[in-house]
C-alpha cells in the first residue's frame, strides 16, 4: 500500500521556477530510490532526475544546471526545483519511487507543468 501524491505544477512564463513535491506514504522511504519523469503528448516517458537512498543524483542533460532534486527523509519528500523554465519543459511530470529490497516501482499520479507566455 505505497501511495505517491504529487503536487506543484501549474502554469508559469519562460525564466520562472516551480518547485514539485512527491510525498510518499506506505513505505521505508530512507531506502527507495526516487526519480522524477516527464511525458510529453506523443512521446516516451523520460526521466529527468533521481536521487537514491545515499542521495547520489543523476539527471538528464537537458535539465543540467537547471534542475535539482532533492529529498527530506523526516518527511518522506522528494522535491525538484525546476528553474529557467522554458516551453520545451511542457509536460506531465511523474514521481516513481523504486524500493531498495525487491526494486518494487511505484508511480504516482502525474502533475501538468505548462510553460508559457
Known amino acids: 500500500q505505497v501511495e505517491l501524491v504529487e503536487s506543484g505544477g501549474g502554469l508559469v512564463l519562460p525564466g520562472g521556477s516551480l518547485r514539485l513535491s512527491c510525498a510518499a506514504s506506505?513505505?521505508?522511504?530512507?531506502?527507495?530510490?526516487v526519480g522524477w519523469y516527464r511525458q510529453l503528448p506523443g512521446k516516451q516517458r523520460d526521466m529527468v532526475a533521481l536521487?537514491?537512498?545515499?542521495?547520489?543524483?543523476n539527471y538528464a542533460d537537458a535539465v543540467k544546471g537547471r534542475f535539482t532534486i532533492s529529498r527530506d527523509n523526516t518527511k518522506n519528500t522528494v522535491h525538484l526545483q525546476m528553474n529557467s523554465l522554458n516551453a520545451e519543459d511542457t509536460a506531465v511530470y511523474y514521481c516513481?519511487?523504486?524500493?531498495?529490497?525487491?526494486?518494487?516501482?511505484?508511480w504516482g499520479q502525474g502533475t501538468q507543468v505548462t510553460v508559457s507566455s
Open positions: 516513481k519511487l523504486t524500493t531498495l529490497f525487491g526494486r518494487r516501482e511505484y
Open positions: 506506505g513505505t521505508i522511504f530512507s531506502l527507495d530510490t
Open positions: 536521487i537514491t537512498h545515499g542521495g547520489t543524483t
